[in-house]
């Protein structure tokens, strides 16, 4: 879209150019053959640049409908089923009167979240994300620095990029299926998928952050008489220092989320809370559930940030509570498909 | 103290020789200065003695061992100064007895009591001593240098070779920066092989000087033979001649 906006940008501006141009015609004869030919070069990459605007712009529409349509989206649907939804959303927020106003009744959440002991769930919900993510880093680091072509020569490290690219290409909820055999439907299984889901996303990361050092202190502690590993470790690693706890810090912030969406496959926490209460229809306890969700992942994601901040050693804006929370949903659902 | 012999060095990269059978030798305890203007091949040479660059043809020999690549008697302090942000002075300066620590013991920082000595000695010796603990990432240039130059004694190097040591620094921090080079050196009894591009600084710090010009040794000799128009010869035309051509004068 912004393509075709700027196309027609351009054109506007090589219109309102013209006039000028026929009166530089005044000038020489030679010299304004050549202001016509490169008019002329100008418009003629202008019709081309709007042609390829004008057929992006149907292929993207052809495919956005086919989508639609696969996917079977329908705006009657919605239409028809809105009452059902107003209902639940009577539900989802039961109301109360303060002071003879109507007002959300917090006092049906707190009931539900005293009852269930939803912030003992939400505590083994953070356990997962956290012993996910200490379980991950060590075959994180190995992959991840294997994988650099500045340790391992080429074809070689493409053997551990590899096995960082098959873990990645599988998506962490995928993982837990694959391990129920070893521990059933359990945190413990959740537990193993993301610390394997991490080996794969926060090694990756690393190798990434690994391109990005410079040669100057590697030659200067080659040039020390150190060994090879030496050279890695000092030369190499401690120029990624801080990027890979940072790194760390933001994988643990995704794991928070992905362990929330464990439960809703059985892995146990407050995810699992959650998917029991919509089976049993009880939206007041849903959203109270889903209250609970949201301060355990803004909380870790308020200290991930800290600490990433903290680390790089300068006072930087940071992401205020107030951001943190608008773009919870977001995150959220990035995180379950992820 | 170490002997340097260079006998007919050449090194190509493509079709441009960067050093033209360069021969040479330094003595045992020698500070030796090398110039030339950028581009003629200094940092090739030190880079060729250190064992970071393999020479294409020639060869180099220190205390009569050939060098075949990083040693851990040769010591190099780099224009750039490379030291580790991320570490303290002290953490720095350790890095240099990298070469007899042992893997284990150096990732955990398990370093000999000696080491520690040599290291806070080192630190001592370019004035930091009272700065051993502050992070080089918020130190200045020439401060980053005299760490860098901390990291090469205590690697305890029979030959000390300096790239450019003060290029990037301000004109007093330069004076102080090879100010302390020459008396490391002397303290140590160092053989010294540095390159400089300022004429003032070389001719108040060295004894014996080699020059280059387009990869060839085109003068070697000691302070009284560096006369103006030796100088003319390593610098002066050039940059005229570059100047009448327009062209960009790197100095």
């Known amino acids: 879209m912004s393509g075709g906006g700027s196309a027609s940008d351009g054109g506007a501006r090589g219109d309102g150019d013209r006039p000028r141009d026929a009166r530089t015609d005044g000038g020489t004869q030679s010299k304004s053959g050549t202001l016509d030919r490169a008019l002329q070069d100008i418009t003629l990459t202008k019709r081309i640049k709007w042609g390829m605007a004008f057929l992006i712009s149907v292929v993207f529409g052809f495919f956005f409908f086919e989508a639609l349509a696969e996917v079977g989206f329908s705006v009657a649907e919605i239409l028809y089923y809105w009452p059902e939804f107003q209902s639940a959303l009577g539900d989802f927020f039961p109301r109360t009167t303060l002071f003879g106003l109507p007002f959300v009744d917090f006092g049906s959440y707190w009931q539900f979240i005293q009852e269930r002991d939803l912030l003992g769930a939400a505590i083994v919900t953070l356990a997962m994300g956290f012993a996910g993510t200490v379980l991950g880093i060590p075959g994180a680091l190995i992959l991840g620095v294997l994988g650099s072509e500045r340790v391992t020569p080429y074809p070689f490290n493409f053997i551990f990029r590899g096995t960082m690219s098959v873990i990645r290409a599988i998506p962490a909820l995928v993982w837990a299926l694959i391990y129920i055999p070893l521990g059933g439907v359990s945190p413990f299984t959740a537990t193993l998928a993301i610390g394997t889901d991490t080996m794969g996303n926060l090694g990756r990361l690393f190798t990434d952050a690994l391109e990005e050092v410079e040669d100057g202190p590697i030659e200067a502690i080659e040039s020390t008489g150190a060994n090879r590993r030496q050279t890695v470790v000092f030369g190499m690693l401690s120029q990624v220092f801080t990027p890979f706890i940072a790194w760390t810090m933001y994988i643990l912030e995704i794991n928070t989320r992905i362990a929330v969406t464990m439960g809703l496959i059985g892995g146990g926490g407050i995810g699992y809370v959650l998917q029991t209460q919509r089976s049993l229809f009880k939206y007041t306890n849903m959203m109270a559930t889903i209250l609970v969700i949201f301060v355990l992942v803004v909380s870790v994601e308020f200290v991930s940030q800290r600490v990433r901040s903290y680390i790089r050693g300068e006072e930087e804006e940071g992401l205020t509570v107030l951001k943190l929370i608008i773009e919870f949903p977001q995150r959220m659902a990035r995180s379950i498909w992820e | ?251």
């Not at chain 2, 581009?39 to 205390?63: F, V, Y």
């Not at chain 2, 490391?184 to 540095?194: K, M, P």
């Not at chain 2, 400089?196 to 280059?212: D, I, K, M």
């Not at chain 2, 560096?226 to 050039?238: A, K």
Request: glycine fraction near 10%; charged fraction near 25%.
């Open chain 2, 1 to 251: 103290m170490s002997t340097i012999e260079v006998r007919n060095l050449t090194k190509a990269f493509g079709d441009v020789r960067a050093l033209d059978d360069v021969s040479f030798t330094i003595e045992d305890g020698e500070f030796a200065v090398l110039l030339g203007q950028s581009g003629a091949g200094k940092s090739t040479l030190l880079r060729c003695l250190n064992g970071l660059t393999k020479p294409t043809s020639g060869e180099i020999r220190i205390d009569g061992e050939p060098v075949n690549g990083p040693r851990d008697d040769v010591a190099m302090i780099f224009q750039q100064h490379y030291v580790l942000g991320q570490l303290s002075a002290y953490g720095n300066a350790l890095t240099g007895a990298l070469n007899r620590t042992s893997f284990f013991r150096s990732l955990v920082g398990w370093h000999s009591e000696s080491d520690k000595y040599e290291a806070l000695r080192a630190l001592e010796t370019v004035g930091l001593l009272d700065q051993a603990s502050q992070r080089t990432r918020s130190m200045s240039g020439g401060q980053q240098q005299r760490v860098g130059i901390a990291r090469a004694l205590v690697q305890g190097p029979n030959l000390l070779l300096a790239d450019e040591p003060v290029a990037s620094l301000d004109p007093a921090s330069a004076e102080t920066v090879m100010g302390y080079i020459r008396t490391a050196a002397a303290e140590r009894d160092l053989s010294t092989l540095a390159s400089l591009h300022q004429v003032n600084l070389a001719r108040e710090f060295g004894e014996r000087f080699l020059a280059l010009r387009d990869g060839k040794l085109v003068f070697d000799g000691y302070r009284e033979d560096l006369t103006v128009d030796v100088i003319d010869r390593i610098y002066g035309d050039v940059q005229t001649a570059d100047i009448r051509e327009g062209t960009e004068v790197s100095a």
